[in-house]
C-alpha cells in the first residue's frame, strides 16, 4: 500500500510483507494427494491437503509470497496450469505424485513456463521402491526436497523466496 513515508513506517514497520506485491507461487500436488489423511497415512502422515495448503498459505504471507494452492488427478490439466503461471506466477513448487516417476509431458511444460521450480515429496522416495528412484522433475528443478513430510512445503517456499527475490 502506498502511504506517506513516515505513515508507512507506522503502518508497515520494516520487514512486514506487503500483500499487495506478493510474488505469486504455483503449489501444485499432482494424482492421489487429494487423498491425504485417508492414504497410507504411515507413510503420508494424517494431514489432509486442506491443512497442508492452509500451512502453505500461512508460511507462503510470513515470506512475503502468495501460495496459489492447486490439486489434480489429471496431467493434461497439471501442464495446462503450468503453463499458465509463466505469465502469471513467479515459481513452482510441485509435488507430481506418481507423474514424478513417470511424465514427460510435465517435464516438457515446467522447462517451457520458465520458473523456478522446486521438487517437493512427502515421503524419502529414494528408501522406497527402485521405480521411485527416478524422477523426471529433478534435472530441471532448482532443488528438491523429500522424507520430511509436509515441512518440506515451508522449507520449499522458504528457498523459493530466495530465488524469486
Ligand atoms: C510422493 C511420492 C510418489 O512416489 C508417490 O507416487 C506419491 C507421493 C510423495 O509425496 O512422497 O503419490 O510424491
Redesign the pocket.
Known sequence: MNFPCYMQAILEPEGTPDPMNAAKILVLN????NMLGLREPEI?GRETLDDLNAKCVEKAAKLGLEADCRQSNIEGEMVTWIQGARTSHKGIIL????Y??TSVALHDALLASELPVIE????N?FG?ESF?HHSYISPIAAGVI?GFGSLGYDLALEAMAKQVA
Open positions: 499432482g494424482p492421489n494427494l503420508y509435488n507430481a505424485g506418481a514424478t516417476h517437493v515429496h512427502l515421503s522416495i522406497r521411485r523429500c
